[in-house]
T-cell receptor
Framework: DAGITQSPRHKVTETGTPVTLRCHQT?????MYWYRQDPGHGLRLIHY???????DKGEVSDGYSVSRSKTEDFLLTLESATSSQTSVYFC?????????????FGSGTRLTVV | AQTVTQSQPEMSVQEAETVTLSCTYD???????LFWYKQPPSRQMILVIR??????QNATENRFSVNFQKAAKSFSLKISDSQLGDAAMYFC??????????FGQGTILTVHP
């Protein structure tokens, strides 16, 4: 969708190096999410944000950190990448939490850690 | 913590037939929302249908309907008159009142002509 952009789209990195993935939105939505998708596991929540500088952990947050210093950007950092973090990463945004408020997903970032 | 379980890794259906995808969830909250998303090979996430927990009436969107059993914590998706374009991965998702969205493991749906 035009309102949400993930960068980079693809990345190959070496074990032990830091990696930062960026999610940028132009919708001024309050909620932003980072997920990873792996075969057999669906989408698993890493971290999410419910406002600037307000973040919370998801079910697979170990090894990941996030930052949200402004509404439009939500950064996901792998401090020291490991092969188990090879995955497709999705960002999502939502204006609010009611059922009438849906989610917009980014196109995903395919990260390979070698 | 909320969990969402989809017990069917794969399902198949003949074109024009009906198929039901299962989803159960575990929560201690009373106010929440449930969703079904479709993910075709393009990886795009497409909202299929949504349900508010406080509504007893099952949601319907054209050929898609849900069977929401709140006491049983069950939220199944029924696809009627299946079409080839329905083939995709389907995810059940739970959103808490605080905004945390949790997905199930997904069900791959194959539609046979």
């Amino acid at each position: 969708d035009a309102g949400i952009t993930q960068s980079p789209r693809h990345k190959v990195t070496e074990t032990g190096t830091p990696v930062t993935l960026r999610c940028h939105q132009t919708e001024n939505h309050r909620y932003m999410y980072w997920y990873r998708q792996d075969p057999g596991h669906g989408l698993r929540l890493i971290h999410y944000s419910y406002g600037v500088k307000d973040t919370d952990k998801g079910e697979v947050s170990d090894g990941y950190s996030v930052s949200r210093s402004k509404t439009e950007d939500f950064l996901l950092t792998l401090e020291s990448a490991t092969s188990s973090q090879t995955s497709v990463y999705f960002c999502a945004i939502s204006e609010s939490v009611g059922a009438n408020y849906g989610y917009t997903f980014g196109s995903g970032t395919r990260l390979t850690v070698v | 913590a909320q969990t969402v379980t989809q017990s069917q890794p794969e399902m198949s259906v003949q074109e024009a037939e009906t198929v039901t995808l299962s989803c159960t969830y575990d929560t201690s909250e009373s106010d929440y929302y449930l969703f079904w998303y479709k993910q075709p090979p393009s990886r795009q996430m497409i909202l299929v249908i949504r349900q508010e927990a406080y509504k007893q009436q099952n949601a319907t969107e054209n050929r898609f309907s849900v069977n929401f059993q709140k006491a049983a914590k069950s939220f199944s998706l029924k696809i009627s008159d299946s079409q080839l374009g329905d083939a995709a991965m389907y995810f059940c998702a739970y959103r808490s009142a605080r905004g945390k969205l949790t997905f199930g493991q997904g069900t791959i749906l194959t539609v046979h002509p």
